[in-house]
């Protein structure tokens, strides 16, 4: 898949803004802070209808307007798709081929994205937080029924937390009517997390073997907050957790077990890659990317669109080679970079993009 053109209005500092890529390599050149992250932001935020920079959505608005839209036409195996994005005070509003969609698991999935930013290289050593929103973000492109899970078992979690918070006496019988209600939601988050990791290490395990000349092996676990043997075990050995939590909770007023207190873990050579060294963190992260990559190609039959956000500077020669490799191989590549002097061996055909204070020409212009 190719996303061929997008349009927005009043998204961060483009008040308007209509723009044609390449269906490879499309790099955006510019100093910082004139809006080269904003575009690779806007093609996230029409794949998945978020931002991954920030949660408040009054940041992607343009100064004093009160709403945002975002289109794109994406070119996909079986045809183009229309995909749309409105964001204003009344929330979200998201359609294909100008159809309103009215769930976002129909929605996402039609246009899927891998990015690869700095803030990336903080996945090993960083807050279990970010590596959960790395799984979900996605877990939810590759399964997008994921996301309506996570969402029913986040709404229960939050009515169960505020119970614990709202009342001086609990009622055991209707804490535990609350535990069967996140225990039924949060098994299928769990196994879908599960299912996920097994797979993307098959993946990562292959790129990292050969980014590291065959001398490292990485592996993933996921670190549940209960402990269970198997699959199948896993609901009883939540509902026992969560009762054996409930003096505890009752006490915190929040819930101390279950996926939202879960993490991943990575390991070279057996090893905690946490004490790893930085160029070990960045191939490992790099291994991750491309592992998305083929994971996504694998499962969806259609490349994801890569968006490598200043980047290419964090990584030396070798890695830089291995990541160019992959752009070869058809997959459409957003770059953003203050300068072309780092990057090395790029294919003869690609789009070279000028950003100055908010507005985006083709170098040719």
């Known amino acids: 898949m190719f996303l061929k053109s997008i349009q927005l209005q009043h998204f961060r500092n483009y008040p308007s ?36 920079r920030t949660k408040s959505d009054k940041d992607l608005i343009h100064f004093s307007k009160q709403e945002i839209a975002v289109s794109g036409e994406l070119v996909r195996q079986a045809g183009s798709i229309h995909l749309e994005v409105q964001l204003s005070k009344k929330g979200r509003i998201t359609k294909v081929n100008h159809l309103k969609q009215n769930k976002l698991s129909t929605y996402i999935g039609h246009m899927n994205v891998v990015l690869f930013a700095p803030e990336d290289l903080q ?19 590759i399964k997008p029924i994921y996301l309506a899970e996570l969402s029913n078992y986040n709404h229960i979690l939050k009515q ?64 549940s907050s209960f402990p269970f043997e198997n699959p199948d075990e896993l609901s009883n050995a939540f509902k026992l957790a969560l009762a054996k939590s409930h003096q505890r909770d009752i006490f915190k007023k929040n819930t101390g077990v279950g996926p939202h207190r879960d ?48 980047v290419m500077s964090e990584l030396d020669n070798s890695r830089q080679i291995k990541l160019l490799e992959t752009i070869s191989d058809r997959v459409q590549t957003f770059i953003t970079t203050t300068t072309l002097e780092h990057l090395h061996q790029l294919p003869d055909q690609l789009e070279l993009f000028h950003v100055h204070q908010g507005e985006i020409k083709t170098a040719n212009h």
């Open 17 to 52: 803004q209509t723009v044609n890529f390449h269906p490879g390599l499309n790099i955006f050149l510019g100093q910082n802070a004139q809006g080269k992250t904003n575009i690779l932001e806007a093609i996230y935020f029409l794949s998945l209808t978020r931002s991954h």
């Open 123 to 141: 996945l090993i050593k960083g807050a279990p937080a970010l590596r959960r929103k790395f799984i979900d973000m996605e877990l939810g492109q």
């Open 160 to 223: 169960r937390n505020s119970y614990l918070k709202q009342v001086e006496k609990v009622d055991n019988d209707f804490l535990e009517v609350l535990d069967q209600q996140l225990v039924a939601a949060g098994s299928k988050v769990i196994i879908d997390r599960l299912h996920f990791i097994q797979q993307l290490e098959e993946f990562g395990h292959r790129k990292h073997w050969s980014i590291s000349d065959q001398k490292e092996a990485l592996t993933l676990s996921y670190q």
């Open 263 to 310: 993490d991943l873990h990575f390991f070279i050579n057996g090893m905690d890659a946490s004490f790893g060294s930085q160029g070990q963190h960045r191939s490992l992260v790099l291994s991750l990317k491309l592992a998305e990559i083929e994971l996504m190609k694998n499962l969806t039959g259609e490349s994801p669109i890569l968006l490598l956000d200043d």
